[in-house]
């Protein structure tokens, strides 16, 4: 069973997970993502791929508190194990020489973006970095993006730091300036992904997202994952998760990602009502509260 | 010793009758439907067994399991001895008479079949694996002095299983590599508890893991190690039971609506992740009042009846052609109508209607007619013009059917298959195109059985086994 190295809170509902996964670190890519299963009774839940450590082969995963699963996976100790974790999964990103390229990361997808930041940047591009949280507690992996960007954009919802905004707008201006951008990649909410997209659009700059709809086996097999491109189905967990934003059906995305919020609600209910629940105090009131 | 009776007698015997969970009752829980003969019964029904020479029951077994002679064993109450009879051509007899279509093989041609009732092979095939199992009777076989080859088996259902249990036997290191967090491919995420318990793939797994299989599970081949790669890793020769793991769809307006699952997911939500237990398990599943299942497989079935067991009020099935051409074994349609399942017939559906919020709510349907019969010799459904009607849906499993996972093919450079993405074999000895890479079951048949996986299995054993004794030298 997959052993956690150190499991520590990064931000008031983010976590920073580092798993030894030597085999599987050996053989991921930026972009790709591993599925975890925390104990026998756990359900499946994909994870991006956050940092490789190929050296010690760690695996770093950045998760957001959000709900049962998520909140239980805290509890795991430093030295503790997992059910079993799966991966590389999905199809590693789109990585060459564009020139200048782009990556946007919002609230937890600054993680992800991280790796994806790094391949771009090795293939030779300019590497411009925005990064964006709604407010400057809820930020996080800054030093690790601005270590590696040439170009870097800080922006906050309530304008606690950085330049005041979205994501979007940083990336406006570049637009507008007329920064020719050969590549943008984008991770975050889908609401900042789809706003993304349609901005990009206008200006006819390529840019993919990656998608995170609801998976459980991740290799093909269930059809869960369906998304629609352009009027076409596929498969996230096999034909993503990056896919071309501007093609991307995010009303159905957001659509599905709801399809269980009652049973979610129940299960939160119920982990958090079990006496012997072993989540911390403040992390308890934040969930209790949603 | 055999059979005291006379053939007379014999016939006088009537076929045995199952004895199971009452319908109204077990339709609300998960516990398997049939109990499963007691002693006495199963000594009756092999009482009428006639011994024929010829045994056509032989002819009708895919894997011509030794019918007679393990019902003779039967009535000398060697159970054990019976349960290794089978053993010796199908590995998985406690899965096997559960699943088999048995009304199509070897009972089919059963002599008592057609004045009589055939005798109740699946029933007897059964109760002594249980009995075996059950009374750890099982026992380790010899296991050959190490030969010091190694093979890598993919994907651990009925024909991986097979391969693994018969090459372990002759020495070599055998590991089998699954994609899932459990080994047992179709039966243990597809086929639900309530036919066949999962304690019992389980306990086949185990059984293999003692005579030394290596299980490594939660690995994908092709996006952990591919083909090659295992090979470059010592492999010398490899075994592909990979299955028919991507779910087709409709290809009809709607069908990404919430609430529309394909077979694969529901079942896998419910089987392998046990939602149907939710909230002790965590994984969730919709739970449908009006639940539409698109099909008339084994699948289907599974399918229909597990929304039962979920709670719905109306359970449908909605299939294209009649009920003599629905493809699923007869015992299973038999038991989903004891069930109150509605049976839909010549009926497809033709959009599928939202709330609004993205949830489906209802169903365009077109009643059909059979018209010429097509490839497979079955009457083509033809839509009747201006037939349309809606019915109300919460929930819809689709369930038309499996195409292959690509993954293999596509990562594995000179392995041929076919347009439907079939892996190519010999089919005589299930070798690849490409050399020491065996395949077998439904990665190269399509959607098949339990049987023929095991069966393909068991063939390819032998070969691979000739071809690491002859061809990789150590
Ligand atoms: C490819 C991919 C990569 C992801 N990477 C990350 C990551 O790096 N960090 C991170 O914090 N989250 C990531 N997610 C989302 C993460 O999987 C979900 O937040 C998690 O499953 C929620 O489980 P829960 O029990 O805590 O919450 P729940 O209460 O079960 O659900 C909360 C919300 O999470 C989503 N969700 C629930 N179950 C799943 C599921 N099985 N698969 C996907 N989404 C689900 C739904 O929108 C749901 O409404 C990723 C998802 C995908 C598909
Ligand atoms: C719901 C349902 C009900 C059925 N009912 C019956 C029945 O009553 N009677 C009957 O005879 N047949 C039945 N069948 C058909 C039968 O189950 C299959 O024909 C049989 O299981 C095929 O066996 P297999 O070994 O080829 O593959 P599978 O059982 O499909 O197993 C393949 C395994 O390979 C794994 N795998 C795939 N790709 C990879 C990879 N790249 N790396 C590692 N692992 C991988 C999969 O996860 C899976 O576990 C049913 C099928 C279904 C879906
Ligand atoms: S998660 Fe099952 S097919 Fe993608």
Redo the contacts with the bound molecule.
Sequence with gaps: MPKVIDNIQIGPVVWKMRVEVPRLVEKAKAGQFVIIRVDEHGERVPMSIAGLDKKNGLLTVIYQVVGKTSALMTTVPAGGQLADCVGPLGVPSHVENWGIACVIGGGIGVAPIYPIAQAYKAAGNKLITIIGARSKNLLFYEEEHKAIADEMYICTDDGSYGQKGFVSDALKKLLDDGVKIGMIMAIGPVPMMRVVANLTKGYNVPTWVSLNPIMIDG?G?CGGCRVSLDGKTKFACVDGPDFDGHLVDFDLLTKRLGAYREMEKRAMKKFLEDPNCRLNEELKKVMAGN | MGNPLEKKDRMKIPRAVMPQQDPQERKRNFKEVPFGLTEEMALREASRCLNCPKAPCIKGCPVDVDIPGFIQLILEKDYAGAARKIKETNSLPAVCGR???QEEQCEAVCVMGKKFGPVAIGYLERFVADYERENNLIELPHIEPPTGRKVAI???????LTVAGQLIKLGHKVTV????HKPG???VY??PEFRLPKSIVQAECDFLARMGVEFQNS????KMDTIDELFAMGYDAIFI?????LPNFMGIPGENLIGIYS?NEY?TRSNLMRAFDFPNYDTPIIYGENVAVLGGG??AM?SVRTALRLGAKNAYIVYRRSEAEMPA?KEEIHHAMEEGVQFMMLTAPVNFIGNGDGKVKAMECIKMQLGEPDASGRRRPIPIEGSNFTLDVDLVVVAIGNSS?P??PQTTPGLQANKWGNIIVNEETKETSRKGVFAG???VRG?????L?AGDGRVAAQHMHKYLMEEVKK
């Excluded at chain 2, 993919?154 to 991986?160: D, K, Q, R, T, Y």
């Excluded at chain 2, 590599?177 to 899932?180: G, I, Q, Y």
């Design positions: 290799t097999m | 699943v088999c279509p993919v994907g651990s259902g009925p024909a991986g590599f699954e994609a899932l491919g179709v039966l597809g086929i690995t994908v081949v092709g039971g990979s299955g028919a793991g077979s079942l084994n699948t599974d074994r996972n993954l293999i079951g439904d990665i959607g098949a059985t339990v049987i996986a």
